[in-house]
């Protein structure tokens, strides 16, 4: 995922346990033939697209031991996007990362190297005229903490 880096929100160390909210907009003049969303989180997330859930799939992007792979999920989210303003949102929450996953008797949370939940995605746009626009994750993207999901842990 070239350019992309991971991302994760300020304030995660002073709130752990919340779900933060990652929004970007962008302007499209005419519609893709394509547009495929690549990502992966330390954590889980989900993601929208204009207000709509775009993947079935839950707590993405599923139990791995982070110390050996980290998987990448491809979600096609063309349907989505309409021509003029478009919004991006990545919710992130902590997940078998940085989350409680047992109920007594093992450590209480995953042994990482960080305890603060991050993701890594790029969006690439593909044209009719051969032309691609990419849109990584970075700096730059709203965080915010204020969203209707105060908290995310399997336990707590």
Request: aromatic letters at 12%.
């Amino acid at each position: 995922m070239n350019n992309a880096v991971w991302i994760t929100a300020p304030q995660a160390t002073e709130s752990p346990g919340r779900v933060f909210s990652f929004r970007k907009s962008f302007v499209l003049k005419e519609h893709p033939v394509s547009a495929v969303w690549t990502l992966t989180a330390r954590g889980i997330v989900h993601i929208r697209v204009n207000g709509h859930d775009c993947d079935e799939q839950l707590l993405l992007p599923g139990w791995t031991d982070y110390r050996f792979r980290i998987p990448l999920r491809k979600i096609d989210i063309s349907a989505f996007l309409v021509i003029g303003e478009n919004h991006l949102e990545v919710l992130l929450g902590c997940g078998w990362y940085c989350g409680r996953i047992t109920v007594g008797g093992y450590p209480d949370r995953m042994q990482y190297e960080s305890r603060i939940p991050s993701w890594l995605g790029m969006l690439t746009l593909s044209f009719a005229n051969g032309r691609q626009q990419v849109i990584t994750s970075s700096p730059v993207w709203l965080c915010q903490d204020n969203n209707p999901l105060l908290f995310s842990d399997f336990y707590d």
